[in-house]
């Protein structure tokens, strides 16, 4: 069965940018059902859609973040990428890659595990 | 933004018990409401999708129902490894939002 797993730094400095890739095993998200996508979650926020993206390319962003935020995906090679500019010290979460079925922002029927990012300096 | 809120917050409860969980959506969402499953240090789970399909793989003792604005999540009887924090998910618009959590406690 599909299996995502995040990987990147988990320190970045304040006003740097957060990257991370998903790599995408055992499975796909090349499909017109099917988006890749990116939540994270904090103690103080909760959990937040942060965007999501079509394999052909098309990309949906939360509008709170829409401004820093790029996600793209590399199909043929199984990955998927977040970045994440500007970074302070809100931005510290657990972000997960996670797949939508359905619609752009549907249900998630897989998660990675998740992978801390804190913004410190 | 459509805005979930779930009640209760926490609840203790006992194995064998019914429990019920509530979300209310601040606007129409149709049936795009979704339930997950989370345990501490990991991902959440997909539990029910579009108000009360039930995901493969998932105990039939979970089921969901409601319309617009207040869906509820039902344990029919409550097993040890329920035991978790479960959150609300609205699909109808973008943002996709959540809601904020009820942690389910050993009474």
């Known amino acids: 069965q599909l299996q995502l797993q995040e990987s990147g730094p988990g320190l970045v400095k304040p006003s740097e940018t957060l990257s991370l890739t998903c790599t995408v095993s055992?499975?796909?998200?090349?499909?017109?059902?099917?988006?890749g996508g990116w939540i994270r979650q904090s103690p103080g926020k909760g959990l937040e859609w942060i965007g999501s993206?079509?394999?052909?390319?098309?990309?949906f962003y939360n509008p709170s973040l829409k401004s820093r935020v790029t996600i793209s995906v590399d199909t043929p090679k199984k990955y998927l990428s977040l970045k994440l500019s500007s970074v302070t010290a809100a931005d510290t979460a657990v972000y997960y890659c996670?797949?939508?079925?359905?619609?752009?922002?549907?249900?998630?029927?897989?998660w990675g595990q998740g992978t801390l990012v804190t913004v410190s300096s | 933004d459509i805005q979930m809120t779930q009640s209760p917050s926490s609840l203790s409860a006992s194995v064998g018990d019914r429990v019920t969980i509530t979300c209310r959506a601040s606007?129409?969402?149709?049936?795009?409401l979704s339930w997950y499953q989370q345990k501490p240090g990991q991902a959440p789970k997909l539990l029910i999708y579009?108000?009360?399909s039930l995901q493969s793989g998932v105990p039939s003792r979970f089921s969901g129902s409601g319309s617009g604005p207040d869906f509820t999540l039902t344990i029919s009887s409550l097993r040890p490894e329920d035991f978790a924090t479960y959150y609300c998910?609205?699909?109808?618009?973008?943002?996709?939002?959540f809601g904020q959590g009820t942690k389910v406690e050993i009474k």
């Open positions: 996670a797949r939508h079925f359905g619609r752009r922002e549907g249900p998630v029927d897989y």
């Open positions: 055992d499975g796909s998200i090349s499909s017109d059902y099917y988006y």
């Open positions: 993206i079509h394999y052909g390319g098309t990309t």
């Open positions: 606007q129409n969402i149709d049936s795009h």
């Open positions: 579009t108000t009360s």
């Open positions: 998910q609205q699909s109808y618009s973008t943002p996709p939002t």
